[in-house]
């Protein structure tokens, strides 16, 4: 295909639809609609963002971080149409509803307890092309969820799947470079998707395909789409800030540990520059505002990083690749880049990683691993016959049960294991 291929044939959908008389809706406000209409993204209301879903109704979840990386990815956009000057990278800049489809989509695969759910389901599926939550998105856009004919999940365009491949690599060829001893899954997508994978690249050239999906040394997919790198500048600026704001909101972190950790910062963030790109805020009125009794001044906080970020996404052109789909990419600058990261290692490092949050996890994982070996000795009986039914009987039995235990929401999952597991829990009448 011609590097020129052009934005019709990126409104295909694999399935093709005859129009509905009197739709004014383009295809991505289509796109836009089935997501948000779909019940994997109504699940995310009960999947764990960084911390569980039990444990209050201060912090977010999958669903309320997919919808801020939404409005985040909004105004990325309003950026980028209002600086970006190149013709042709104006002219694929994308439709507001896509970016809404795309950030609203973009973890509709991940399983319930978060990374660790991941790790545990990999485990399982290691040696059945495995399992990945940004790989799994595709499985439920054109597999698992229902809307039309059975077998083609929403039926999306080729765009909105292109955005969501953030790592076009599969997991044959990313898997060979993972270390033994490793749990998490390399970033990929499965050999499950090659033919779905095959159909989105087609309209790019053999050069721009083969360059597209090339690792690095260590096997790390090298390159995502222009719409794909809009949605992670997003989601990467959600979890710096709100997943940060969680945490202090629910008093999980002092500002004593923020400021020694500034202080021992190897990369030593320079507010002084940070101050003179924009950022209203020096060292010590960051701190004292996000750490203050009142909320509202933790807000004011909240809203002038993020703003900061948004404001600074800039576009970058990626060299050797021709078709601008692929030639470009939303990022943010170094200098800004280093606060960023800053933000999200904090919370690493300070909440995910400590003893009280790490208990909950590695529990979520063990009773993800139970399940899925229990499911395994008798799926046909145990997994309830509409979802069951409704999977591709091709595809191992193996795969078809990670398709269920990866739809369910934490307390779904915590539920079914104490029918499984629990005496004297669960009857005969309880819905499944």
């Not at 609203?104 to 495995?130: C, F, N, R, S, T």
């Not at 229902?146 to 292109?162: E, S």
């Not at 996000?290 to 900061?308: E, G, P, T």
């Amino acid at each position: 295909m011609s590097a020129a291929a052009g934005p019709e044939r990126f409104e295909e959908r694999r399935q093709p639809e005859p129009s509905r008389p009197d739709d004014v809706r383009n295809p991505f406000e289509r796109d836009k609609g089935r997501v948000i209409h779909s019940a994997a993204f109504r699940r995310l209301q009960g999947k764990t963002q960084v911390m569980g879903t039990s444990e209050g109704d201060f912090h977010r979840t999958r669903l309320t971080h997919s919808i801020e990386v939404g409005q985040i990815g909004e105004g990325i956009l309003l950026k980028l149409s209002r600086t970006v000057t190149d013709p042709a990278a104006r002219a694929w800049l994308p439709d507001r509803s896509l970016v809404l489809a795309t950030c609203h989509a973009h973890d509709l695969g991940h399983p319930p307890y978060g990374h660790d759910g991941e790790v545990a389901i990999h485990g399982k599926m290691k040696d059945d092309d495995g399992f990945e939550g940004n790989g799994q998105t595709l499985r439920v856009l054109t597999r698992l969820e229902k809307y039309r004919a059975k077998g083609v999940g929403l039926n999306p365009t080729r765009r909105l799947l292109l955005a969501v491949l953030k790592y076009p690599v599969p997991y044959s060829a990313a898997s060979v470079h993972v270390p033994p001893g490793v749990d998490r899954p390399p970033k990929c997508y499965m050999d499950t998707e090659c033919d779905t994978v095959d159909w989105i690249l087609e309209p790019f050239a053999d050069d721009d395909r083969h360059r597209f999906t090339s690792m690095d040394a260590d096997g790390r997919p090298l390159f995502k789409s222009f719409d794909c790198s809009i949605m992670d500048c997003a989601d990467d600026i959600a979890y710096a800030v709100h997943d940060l704001e969680d945490a202090i909101g629910r008093r999980m972190v002092i500002r004593d540990q923020f400021e020694a950790a500034l202080d021992a910062d190897d990369d030593g963030l320079d507010f002084d520059a940070l101050t003179r790109l924009g950022l209203s805020m020096d060292r010590d009125t960051l701190q004292r505002l996000l750490f203050s009794a009142y909320s509202h001044d933790r807000k004011q906080a909240i809203a002038a990083l993020v703003n900061f970020f948004v404001t600074h996404v800039t576009l970058v052109e990626i060299e050797g690749l021709a078709h601008p789909l692929l030639r470009w990419n939303a990022a943010l600058p170094p200098e800004v880049r280093s606060l960023c990261d800053f933000l999200m290692d904090f919370t690493r490092r300070h909440v995910i990683r400590t003893a009280e949050v790490v208990q909950l996890r590695r529990k979520g994982r063990r009773l993800i691993a139970a399940m899925f070996d229990e499911f395994l000795t008798a799926p046909e009986e145990l997994i309830p016959r509409s979802f069951w039914d409704g999977l591709d009987p091709s595809e191992s039995v193996r795969r078809r049960v990670c398709d269920y235990v990866a739809g369910m929401t934490d307390a779904y999952a915590e539920r079914v294991w104490r029918r499984l597991f629990e005496p004297g829990y669960g009857n005969s009448t309880d819905e499944l």
